[in-house]
């Protein structure tokens, strides 16, 4: 079955960076794009940009341009989200989630999500 | 970019009654919304997609409807494992693709 599995919870102080480990099994990892996705407390969910995982292309949210890098490593089927100059405001649930579309461009919907790593910015 | 509004904040429905949840896109949208379900402490679970069709798995006791601008997700005969936050979400316009504020469901 398909699996999602998160890297665990981290606390990082304002201006650092973290990184987010998504492995995923059960199917092809390079026929599915993958995305990111976090959700701030209380907050809608937001999204932050996706991979090909066949290519490596990515695309990002102009929200988080700059600050965003998300990598893929095909060899052990996992996708990484790098977020630096971290703030009080990045503190947030996030999540992997894939796209169920097989070919090059992302239908932009989620059909497996990862179970979410709590990132929190405090001093 | 695409705003996604939804109402009711909050709904409360008697186990066994009908839970009728909207959502409303700033611009045309077409079919390409989505509908999730989340638990808490859980990540959110895909119920319907192509403003319709339900995922793979999911009971037929959710149904969505609407095209453009306004969508629906009703429950029918509301269990009480049907309490959570339902997110729209659209994925005509993008980057970015983006999520409505949410609705509870709370069981009566």
């Known amino acids: 079955q398909v699996q999602l599995v998160q890297s665990g919870a981290d606390v990082k102080k304002p201006g650092a960076s973290v990184k987010v480990s998504c492995e995923t099994s059960g199917y092809t990892f390079t026929s599915y794009a993958l995305h990111w996705v976090r959700q701030a407390p209380g907050q809608r969910l937001e999204w932050m940009g996706w991979i090909n995982a066949g290519n490596g292309d990515t695309k990002y949210s102009q929200r988080f341009q700059g600050r965003v890098t998300i990598t893929s490593d095909t060899s052990a089927s996992t996708a990484y989200v790098e977020l630096s100059s971290l703030r009080s405001e990045d503190t947030a649930v996030y999540y992997c989630?894939?796209?169920?579309?097989?070919?090059?461009?992302?239908?932009?919907?989620?059909?497996?999500w990862g179970q979410g790593t709590l990132v929190t910015v405090s001093s | 970019e695409t705003v996604m509004t939804q109402s009711p904040a909050t709904l409360s429905v008697s186990p066994g009654e009908r839970a009728t949840l909207s959502c409303r896109a700033t611009q045309n949208v077409g079919s390409n919304l989505a509908w999730y379900q989340q638990k808490p402490g859980q990540a959110p679970r895909l119920l319907i997609y192509?403003?319709?069709t339900r995922a793979t798995g999911i009971p037929d006791r959710f149904s969505g409807s609407g095209s453009g601008t306004e969508f629906t997700l009703s429950i029918s005969s509301l269990q009480s494992e049907d309490s959570a936050v339902y997110y729209c979400q659209q994925y005509h316009h993008w980057p970015p693709w983006t999520f409505g504020q949410g609705t509870k469901v709370e069981i009566k």
């Open positions: 192509a403003a319709s």
């Open positions: 989630a894939r796209d169920p579309s097989g070919g090059s461009s992302p239908w932009g919907f989620f059909d497996y």
